[in-house]
């Protein structure tokens, strides 16, 4: 039963092979008044393809609509909802690419001498400062150019830093709700990864914490609000523990949508941390970039960081390259300049307060969420959820229904899947994040479609099993398709239609 009526997409879109009939043309030409010669023997052989048997035979307008109906495949938060938790897929300002299309901006070049770069400097320094102001740390390089890059930069510093006092000690704690980019970047930095568990409220043990923290722990990457969308209650504690043993403290800040304006990570003790400013501070991110993971440091971190870096010198901005401590570059240029001018027109465009408002819609939209879903699907923490819930598929297991099932069942009614299966550490996860960007109807409309999920879990199970069933391909062989993928084109095999 699919109540409302409204489809976000629809992808019954049939082959151009499948639309073609004999004859059918997209252009007129007159009669030739010239033999007619063979391409191939005008082109060479090689350069005429002959593995396609026939080319479907269709309409300019047929080829037009077909390109466009097939380019709305990809769902886009323009379309409607895109609950992927971790993700903070929300909606991109119209103004952002106003601003960045801005004829200076959008078409400085990357070695313009920094006398004609000034605008682009300015845009530099202000992003700079405002995250800040925002993360109460003490100062932030823009470079990285997306999150796992930017915990790349992070631990190379902390590694920097630790090397100056003697020794970089050998391993990185993360606690097993981290994302997989935590343990990755850990490892490319040359420690070895402990895992910490977390305690029945999806949190760190203090108790567990106190016991693993030693002279060979260079730091622990945490994630606050966490994997699980809990709070960490105890951060200060936690980071007194790393701080009193000489280890540091990283924050991945890709969770900041549910803090900006509300809580700052320098304040509660962290050393360094990354903000995705692709998902926090908008920016389409949906096709896998470009992306910014912006560090921020605290004091003890500042001579680290990545150059050059900005200096003010005769009222004008400058590049100082004089830095003897720093790890160097992690990137050519300005970083990923347009989303920084992105960003900066987001933090401008909402303020101070604006941002805090954001803030707290996020976490009524996904608490709103979570009590609508709650009698429905079994939530993952008894603890308060932040801008994003948890849930697990333990109810809907019992009549063989996965979390996968679930999601694909979604997209019959017209939404973008939640996350599944992560984070880890819950079984059969459904993690949804619905970010400010969601009207009540929206919101409403989502949870619509997952109430009636759960009924027809419980009433048809096999309908849910075999979705979807409103797309051209429902269930694929998942398995096979990673084991031995096809990466060549084939031709398909000619489908035979009358003319019509
Ligand atoms: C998205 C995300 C990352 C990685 O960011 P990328 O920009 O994709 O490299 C790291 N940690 C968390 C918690 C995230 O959500």
């Known amino acids: 039963m699919i109540k409302k009526a409204i489809r976000h997409i629809v992808q019954a879109e049939p082959l151009l092979f499948e639309q073609s009939s004999p004859g059918k043309r997209g252009y007129q030409l007159p009669e030739l008044d010239v033999p007619v010669v063979d391409a191939a023997t005008v082109l060479g052989k090689g350069n005429v393809r002959d593995e396609i048997e026939d080319f479907p035979e269709v309409s300019e307008f047929e080829v037009l609509r077909h390109f466009t109906r097939l380019s709305t ?30 004829e200076g901006l959008a078409w400085a070049h990357p070695y313009q001498p920094e006398r004609l770069a000034q605008g682009a400097m300015e845009v530099v320094a202000a992003l700079e400062h405002a995250l800040v102001q925002i993360t109460g740390m003490d100062a932030v ?115 900041m949508n549910a803090l900006v304006g509300v809580a700052r990570p320098g304040d509660f003790g962290i050393d360094v941390m990354h903000l995705n400013l692709h998902k926090t501070f908008s920016t389409p991110h949906g096709g896998g970039g470009p992306g910014s993971g912006a560090v921020a440091v605290a004091e003890v971190l500042t001579p680290f960081l990545p150059g050059p870096r900005l200096k003010r010198q005769a009222d004008q901005w400058a590049w100082n390259y004089d830095l003897p401590q720093s790890i160097g570059r992690v990137r050519a240029f300005y970083g990923n300049f347009g989303v920084l001018v992105r960003a900066l027109a987001y933090i401008m465009a909402h303020g101070g307060n604006g941002l805090r408002q954001a803030t707290l819609d996020a976490l009524l939209n996904a608490n709103y ?45 017209g939404f973008h899947p939640y996350t599944v299966s992560f984070p880890l550490i819950v079984r059969g996860a459904l993690m949804i994040e619905p970010t400010e960007t969601e009207s009540k109807r929206e919101l409403d409309l989502f949870a619509d479609a997952m109430i009636s999920i759960a009924k027809e879990v419980e009433e048809n199970p096999e309908l849910v099993l075999k979705a979807p069933h409103s797309t051209r391909t429902s269930r694929v062989d998942e398995v096979t398709a990673a084991r031995k993928p096809i990466v060549r084109w084939q031709p398909p095999a000619r489908v035979s239609q009358a003319a019509d």
């Open 73 to 102: 495949w990809n769902y886009a938060i323009d379309l409607g909802l895109y609950p992927l938790g971790s993700c903070t897929m929300k909606y991109n300002p119209r103004v952002n690419e106003l601003v960045a299309r801005t």
């Open 369 to 413: 969420l979570r009590t609508l879903l709650e009698p429905y699907y079994q939530i993952a923490y008894n603890a308060p959820s932040m801008h994003e819930c948890v849930f697990s598929d333990d109810r809907q297991a019992k009549e063989g229904v996965r979390t996968g099932d679930i999601a694909k069942r979604l997209i019959d009614y």
């Open 141 to 255: 390089t823009l470079q990285p150019a997306a999150g796992a890059h930017g915990e790349f930069t992070g631990i190379l510093m902390i590694r920097a830093l630790l090397e100056t006092r003697g020794s970089a000690r050998k391993k990185i704690l993360v606690p097993d709700s981290a994302h997989g980019t935590n343990p990755a970047t850990a490892m490319m930095v040359g420690y070895t990864v402990e895992n910490i568990k977390s305690n029945d409220r999806g949190m760190i043990d203090l108790g567990l914490l106190e016991r693993v923290v030693n002279e060979d722990v260079a730091g622990l990457m945490i994630t606050n609000p966490n994997t699980v969308g809990v709070f960490e209650e105890n951060i200060k504690k936690i980071c007194q523990i790393l701080h009193d043993k000489g280890a540091l403290v990283y924050m991945d800040g890709a969770n």
